[in-house]
């Protein structure tokens, strides 16, 4: 057999691979919307988690099956440049055709363990294929009206076609058009428009699907979702969100991941990005479920970075952390998080301990309070872009993990997620009013956390940032493990002068033993701001509240944690 025609079997027994994987991942999604529709919580969760494991599953079968049919050969670059042309002509008038060539990456990358990219067997950014752009509209419906009425928004609820009546279809839809209305008149200075595009694909993820539109008016658009609860009673619009920075937290990178059923994954990403272009592209496929892709697409915005500017890698603004020396580029928007060599003798954990709570993280619902990390392996970055500082500590705390290559920088493996400003140095500075509201986000967020079964372990606002949006989320996951599994104890009361003065516990402390009253001493902040949070948060603080806590989760309570505020409702909570 020629070279070519091995070339061509490998191709299509890489494609076959692909085709596998993207039905199975179309399944999984189009499950999640027959489950919204059952009202079954329990197995949309699953389908998520099932899901995220499905691609390095794939991955897997496509290899063993090379190996199967090549032999010895598999290992042979000549015969995987030959294939790269071979599957590049198979996968082109596609429409998923860039998910398709990030696959054939992760196979060459398995088989040819190498640093940096080669393109003779890797796509390389160039190949990839930007998101349509004003004709995105394949996957759309264009409601062509000048005026929004309610029944206008009655069609666009119907067409949604859920297979479930609503509650009151009637009130949602003129609710939700008496709000459209406003934000049309807020933003255009007019109630007039041209028209109305609505995704086809509906979003779902937990106990909630989402309607994506768009509003139109000459070079002018304004988002348009309309987030849907299937409760005993029916369907219902629970909120309408209209403004870039409400609709852009349904896709923030501190949540969990959307089931959509797409043909086309590049129509509906460009129709995304048209509402929310502060959104990286990479963070939108990430959003929907394509990690991978997305990983591929960020990694082209990094490069491009990189032979952009001439900004050098930084220490990343905070306390340095125990575990983990922290970098970033100041004009770029993420960190870049290398695990160090030796630990602290405080941090009773070890490399493998680490690696495997970042990828119990991915696994887990973060109910938009964890910052969604992406892991990078074998990364070359130019010398002259590291500050002489930064070099110097990366290669003396994690030289394990980082080299010196001629003129270049080797990082064998790195998390790379969104920077945010830690809290510990945003209260310093802040007024007395932001300052209030992200300490009492803070106690928030732990609410939140523990109520999704995660405990954070360390609870040190250096551990704590806020986003662009004014959200706290927690970033530092070496300790991190379930409310469920911990024992929350009340700290025992001395029983005489010698245990009062003893500086340490003279009482038993099991691994899982957690003292809540403890809080107390660990805040980081004092008067006012003590204060407010303890009037707002001060059950923390208390055993009751973590025992009801995990009572609720072992009762296996599935609790909505909607990413969006009670403004946005058309009804009054509660």
Same mark, same amino acid.
């Given at each position: 057999?020629?070279? =070519? ?17 993207? $039905?199975?991942?179309?399944?999984? =999604?189009? *499950? ?6 059952? *009202?079954?919580? $329990? ?29 010895? *050969? ?25 998910? @398709? ?11 040819? #363990? ?35 009425? #309610? ?6 609820? $119907? ?32 109630? +007039?428009? $041209? ?47 209209? =403004?870039?920075?409400? @609709? ?87 960190? %870049? ?43 070359? %970055? #130019? ?13 003396? =705390? ?8 001629? &003129? &270049? ?11 945010? +400003?830690?809290? &510990? ?6 007024? !007395?009013?932001?300052?209030?509201? @992200? ?65 340490? !516990? ?8 957690? %003292? ?37 989760? *072992? ?9 969006? @505020? ?5 009804? !009054?909570?509660?």
């Amino acid at each position: 057999m020629t070279t =070519t025609s091995r070339a061509h079997r490998a191709a299509d027994t890489v494609l076959r691979g692909f085709d596998d994987h993207h $039905e199975r991942f179309r399944a999984a =999604t189009r *499950r999640a919307r027959q489950r919204f529709v059952r *009202r079954d919580w $329990e197995g949309i969760r699953w389908d998520t988690i099932k899901r995220l494991e499905l691609y390095d599953q794939c991955v897997v079968e496509t290899i063993s099956a090379l190996d199967e049919q090549l032999g010895e *050969r598999l290992s042979d670059r000549n015969l995987w440049i030959a294939t790269k042309l071979a599957y590049t002509r198979a996968i082109l008038g596609r429409n998923d055709f860039e998910l @398709a060539e990030t696959y054939f990456n992760s196979i060459t990358r398995r088989i040819f #363990p190498h640093i940096g990219v080669d393109p003779e067997i890797d796509y390389v950014s160039s190949d990839f294929p930007l998101p349509f752009r004003g004709w995105e509209m394949a996957s759309a419906r264009m409601y062509g009206v000048r005026r929004v009425e #309610p029944m206008l928004l009655r069609k666009i609820l $119907e067409d949604a076609d859920f297979g479930v009546a609503f509650k009151d279809l009637d009130g949602d839809a003129k609710r939700a058009a008496q709000r459209v209305e406003q934000a049309i008149t807020l933003a255009f200075g007019r109630e +007039t428009i $041209e028209a109305i595009d609505v995704l086809v694909p509906v979003f779902i993820r937990n106990k909630a699907a989402y309607v994506v539109g768009r509003i139109r008016r000459g070079d002018a658009v304004l988002p348009m979702v309309l987030a849907i609860l299937n409760g005993d009673q029916g369907l219902e619009v629970d909120a309408v969100l209209l =403004t870039e920075e409400s @609709a852009s937290i349904l896709f923030s990178f501190a949540r969990w991941y959307l089931h959509a059923d797409l043909a086309s994954p590049r129509e509906v990403i460009g129709f995304l990005h048209s509402v929310l272009p502060r959104k990286r592209v990479s963070e939108l496929y990430i959003s929907l479920g394509y990690n991978k892709h997305g990983k591929s697409e960020f990694f082209a915005d990094l490069v491009a970075c990189i032979r952009e500017t001439h900004e050098q890698f930084v220490v990343a603004p905070g306390e340095p952390g125990l575990v983990m020396a922290v970098f970033t580029l100041p004009s770029f928007e993420f960190v %870049f998080k290398v695990i160090k060599d030796v630990f602290p003798s405080s941090k009773r954990t070890t490399r493998d301990e680490i690696r495997d709570k970042y990828r119990q993280v991915l696994l887990h619902d973060r109910v938009g309070r964890l910052v969604d990390y992406q892991v990078f392996e074998h990364v070359r %970055f #130019p010398r002259a872009r590291f500050n002489d500082d930064l070099l110097a500590d990366l290669l003396a =705390t994690a030289g394990n993990t980082v080299e010196l290559a001629g &003129d &270049d920088v080797v990082v064998h493996h790195m998390y790379i997620g969104r920077r945010v +400003t830690p809290l &510990d140095v945003f209260l310093p500075t802040a007024a !007395p009013e932001p300052a209030e509201a @992200a300490v009492l986000d803070w106690g928030r967020t732990l609410k939140d956390l523990a109520a999704a079964d995660i405990f954070t372990g360390d609870i040190l606002l250096k551990n704590f940032g806020l986003t662009r949006h004014g959200r706290v989320v927690f970033y530092d996951y070496d300790e991190v493990s379930r409310v469920s599994t911990r024992s929350f104890r009340r700290l025992p009361q001395p029983r005489d002068e010698f245990e009062t003065m003893s500086a340490e !516990p003279w009482y038993s402390v099991a691994d899982e033993d957690v %003292f809540p009253e403890e809080l107390n001493s660990f805040l980081g902040f004092s008067g006012a701001l003590r204060d407010a949070f303890l009037r707002t948060h001060g059950d923390l603080t208390t055993v009751e509240f973590w025992r009801q806590t995990q009572e609720r989760i *072992r009762a296996g309570e599935v609790i909505e944690f909607s990413p969006y @505020a009670d403004e946005f409702r058309l009804r !009054p909570v509660g």
